[in-house]
């Protein structure tokens, strides 16, 4: 009787255990054919270089990544199936964040991790605000923007890359494991 009880929590627990999912992002580059149709008229493509279009699959949704590089600047402009506009963003480095939210990114990965390495940052402002356009070409700082963060860090004895998300403050609202680069090429 002790052991059927012992072993009945042990299958519970297991249970619950398989019923639990992560979520996986992979991009990869598409065509612009492929690409859904949007209004290129509104965007301020002048002087750019270096578009590409992009597919991000995900669990739950897919969403289209129009990159490019206005300037010194490295762009991205996501957008649903239905070319509706998601967030905007670009590439940041640290001297670009507040000091005291940069120092707060700091901590939490710090303290999420044994060691960390920051692959790259983008400020991102939410595509459902008004004039999102013109506020992310004028790199304004508005208390509505996020920080993505790629890291490959240790949480064990094993590297791994994640995707954390932060607020203008630096206080962690998402964090999840990254998937590795599509590797469909045969390797020799």
């Keep these: 009787m002790k052991y059927s009880y012992i072993t009945l929590m042990l299958l519970l627990m297991l249970g619950l255990k398989c019923f639990s999912q992560t979520k ?3 991009e990869h580059r598409i065509k612009k054919s492929q690409f859904p149709s949007i209004n290129m008229d509104s965007l301020p493509l002048e002087n750019t270089k270096y578009i590409r279009y992009y597919r991000e699959v995900d669990t739950s949704k897919i ?3 129009l990159k490019f590089k206005k300037g010194k600047m490295q762009y991205h402009i996501d957008y649903n199936e239905k070319g509706a506009l998601q967030n905007t963003g670009f590439m940041v480095k640290e001297v670009d964040i ?7 990114i700091l901590s939490e990965l710090n303290t999420n991790f044994q060691k960390t390495k920051i692959k790259y940052i983008q ?3 939410l ?3 008004e004039n999102v356009l013109k506020n992310t070409f004028q790199n304004l700082m508005l208390p509505s923007n996020t920080y993505k963060v790629m ?3 240790n949480k064990t004895e094993k590297r791994e890359d994640y995707i954390a998300i932060f607020d203008a403050e630096g206080n962690l ?3 999840a494991r990254a998937l590795p680069p599509n590797y469909d090429h045969v390797l020799y």
């Design 24 to 26: 996986f992002e992979r």
């Design 173 to 175: 609202e998402h964090m």
């Design 63 to 65: 969403t289209y990544t």
């Design 151 to 153: 890291v490959r860090g």
């Design 127 to 129: 595509g459902s605000s």
């Design 98 to 104: 507040p000091t005291d939210t940069y120092a707060r």
């Design 123 to 125: 400020q991102c402002y």
